[in-house]
């Protein structure tokens, strides 16, 4: 055999065993979870006929909608959304059949059981499928010298990383020339036809009219850097351009921003070039939808929002991320639409509407062009982002080595409105004392706008939710604690993911645990009625008033957890 083709044949071997010995581990792992919560799982109390509700008993106040909540009714729905995926390529990913017929699932089972009570709709958008291919390149010389920067998705770890919708570009070389002011001007943009421009993100106006201003002006790259004004503003920013967008486009660390600078100081603004590359394989333009379901009662202008995203990554099924959410929300909006269906269940005053996110595991897609849409002048009445009190998010509730987590809204990462976080902060504590009545454990989790929560968050709007975990790794302390709550052998594996199938094929129904995931769904449904109960909910959630309408920027993105690499 030629020297090459063996290189490369050792080279596909080594990556084969690689991906056998990750699945291998996953699912080792996942076996020994199964059979050590299989015990705990046989306390449930299942049934095998369709759900039916009764309000004849007496129940403590808040908890009949949680009373209603079957394990076999979340399970019903895993198993469909598992099948769709496996008689489609094994995904429910945006851009395939499986996420279509997923939404035509969700949006079927809602008109055929809404009891009268549910009106849904849909919300289309277009999306821009593309990857970026391997690391991006930025190496910048100086009189001879050549230096690179270092490319990494961990931001702390980087001098930069690329802006979402940037176009490619093969390795070339580039003049660079700084823009002042900001760059909000087109009179800030002098001399830099055919060149690189080096200009700082955020400012008076968003990064995205900075593309479109240096588009007008024939610029061939932008790099944008962050301004280092703040800790949280030292590494590169992540934020997205126009879908339109055509130029290549990297995002800075303040450090390395200003290197360029200085260099670009110290030579007059003469000798300093960047070399740049971007690799991006395109698969076109595609539609996928949102679906929504009001319940027929309330007050529009006050409406609690329970959301969660309807799609999974290309890897696999999704049957954890985020199918366990899809399905609670769908058994929540069905539940409490029945209820509204009969005489001694006091509706609320408030508008409850329920919705499925497309395309979140490519960045929040669709709940961001639906705040987008909404905070628009032309928005229907009852679709306006003002209406919206709260929006409570469930994403990945049955993890296998789970933990019971309670979004912090102590947490919430600077340069959040403040008129949101008192609010946020008593939905974390609702849930923290349910929790608590029940005797189980639980731990505050993440509050950095990971999910679908994000944009409403980012808009000064309160959010809260659940989340059993992903990749993390569970703790001796957590696996006692809940040893200590659960029983001995219930507190899961210390020293092991909390999904070892998170974002793989093996994501799949028997990646749930069915009590972990139980208890999620109450919890869900009775921080629904809790807050559906109460008397004056605005004053509640938002106790110093709420201001003014924060706008979404047109450029917002989230964390750089969610750009697609391979």
Request: aromatic share 10%; hydrophobic share 35%; net charge negative.
């Amino acid at each position: 055999m030629p020297e090459n083709n063996l290189r490369i044949f050792i080279a596909l071997a080594v990556l084969t065993l690689f991906g056998i010995i990750t699945f291998a581990l996953a699912a080792a792992t996942l076996g020994t979870l199964n059979r050590r919560f299989n015990n705990l799982d046989n306390k449930l109390i299942t049934t095998t006929n369709p759900t039916t509700i009764s309000t004849s008993q007496p129940l403590p106040l808040n908890a009949i909608l949680a009373d209603t909540i079957r394990i076999d009714d979340l399970m019903y729905h895993l198993n469909q959304l598992e099948t769709i995926a496996r008689q489609n390529g094994n995904t429910r990913a945006v851009g395939t059949v499986g996420f279509n017929k997923t939404v035509d699932y969700i949006d079927a089972y809602l008109n055929a059981n809404s009891f009268g009570q549910l009106t849904t709709f849909r919300e289309t958008l277009q999306i821009q499928n593309f990857t970026i291919r391997g690391s991006p390149v930025l190496q910048w010389s100086s009189n001879g010298v050549n230096t690179n920067f270092t490319y990494s998705s961990i931001l702390s770890r980087a001098d930069f990383t690329y802006v979402n919708y940037t176009a490619a570009v093969n390795l070339t070389s580039f003049n660079v020339v700084v823009i002042n002011n900001n760059g909000c001007d087109e009179s800030d943009y002098n001399n830099v036809e055919g060149e690189a421009i080096l200009i700082l993100a955020g400012g008076i106006c968003t990064n995205a009219e900075k593309g479109e201003i240096a588009t007008k002006k024939n610029v061939s790259v932008i790099l944008f850097y962050n301004h280092g004004l703040t800790t949280t503003s030292l590494a590169p920013s992540t934020f997205r351009l126009r879908q339109s967008n055509q130029l290549p486009a990297l995002s800075l660390s303040y450090a390395a921003g200003r290197t360029l600078v200085d260099a670009i100081n110290k030579n007059n603004n003469n000798s300093v070039r960047v070399t740049i590359e971007i690799q991006r394989e395109n698969y076109g333009t595609f539609s996928v939808d949102n679906i929504c379901a009001d319940l027929s009662d309330g007050n529009i202008n006050e409406t609690i929002l329970v959301g969660g995203h309807s799609d999974s990554v290309p890897a696999g099924p999704g049957i954890n991320d985020n199918g366990s959410g899809s399905s609670t929300n769908l058994v929540l909006a069905i539940n409490l639409a029945r209820l509204y269906g009969t005489t001694n269940y006091t509706r609320y005053r408030y508008r409850i509407r329920f919705c499925w996110w497309a395309a979140e595991e490519i960045g929040l897609v669709g709940a961001i062009h639906h705040v987008q849409q909404a905070q628009n002048s032309s928005a229907l009445s009852q679709n306006k982002l003002s209406n919206y009190l709260i929006n409570l998010n469930y994403d990945m509730l049955g993890s296998p080595n789970y933990f019971f987590g309670i979004y912090n809204g102590s947490s919430a990462k600077p340069g959040t409105p403040p008129q949101a976080l008192n609010g946020s902060i008593r939905i974390s504590e609702v849930f923290r004392d349910w929790f608590n009545l029940q005797n189980l454990p639980w731990d505050y989790t993440d509050f950095s706008g990971r999910s679908d929560y994000g944009p409403f968050l980012a808009t000064g709007i309160v959010a809260g939710g659940l989340f059993s975990g992903a990749d993390e790794t569970k703790s001796v302390e957590q696996r006692d604690r809940y040893e200590s709550k659960l029983g001995e052998g219930h507190g899961g594996l210390a020293g092991a993911k909390v999904d070892p199938c998170y974002h793989l094929d093996c994501d799949t129904i028997k990646n749930i645990d069915k009590f972990g995931y139980f208890k999620m769904s109450q919890a869900a449904a009775y921080m629904l009625e809790y807050l559906g109960r109460k008397n004056d909910l605005v004053n509640y959630l938002y106790p110093n008033g709420r201001s003014s309408q924060i706008r979404l920027s047109d450029d917002y993105f989230p964390n750089s957890d969610y750009f697609r690499e391979s």
